[in-house]
């Protein structure tokens, strides 16, 4: 399903006014496993141009081809498991030759909570820093 999205997606761009080649894929929680894997195993026209996987998911083995989209990792230091599976992607990711960046929030920090230091919650923090990467990356 998500990669017929993306083709979807693609085929009716200029419809839509969109652009073919900036179309991404964001994925949260179990989510996230889904954004990988059928990138992965997607063709080219399946193959979202960039890649954001925030608070998920936990270990998953990939392996990643050199030409991997662009992928901004968000996740939390207080589930283990899932932040120990993303610093995995993220090496794998960067093993391959392939863009990767990562954000890790401190313990006691999930989605929605409010982060004292700056007065943001989580949700707005990772939002405005994907906003900057996208615009880092010139998909927006």
């Known amino acids: 399903d ?3 999205a993306i083709c979807m997606v693609r085929g009716h761009a200029a419809e839509w006014n969109i652009s073919a080649d900036k179309i991404g894929f964001l994925g949260f929680s179990a989510g ?5 894997a ?3 195993s997607a063709t080219q026209m399946e193959r979202p141009n960039f890649l954001c996987t925030n608070f998920g998911p936990s270990l998953m083995p990939v392996t990643v081809p050199a030409d991997a989209p662009p992928l901004l990792i968000m996740t939390s230091a207080d ?3 899932v932040a120990a599976g993303l610093v995995a992607l993220f090496m794998e990711w960067k093993k391959a030759g392939a ?3 990562m954000h890790i929030y401190g313990d006691g920090t999930g989605p929605y ?13 990772w939002s405005r820093q994907m906003l900057q990467w996208l615009k880092s990356k010139r998909f927006i």
């Open 79 to 81: 589930h283990p498991n």
């Open 99 to 101: 863009n990767a960046e």
């Open 113 to 125: 909570e409010l982060m004292p230091e700056t007065g943001e919650t989580t949700t707005e923090s």
């Open 38 to 40: 059928s990138t992965m």
């Open 2 to 4: 998500a990669q017929a």
């Open 32 to 36: 996230g496993g889904v954004a990988i």
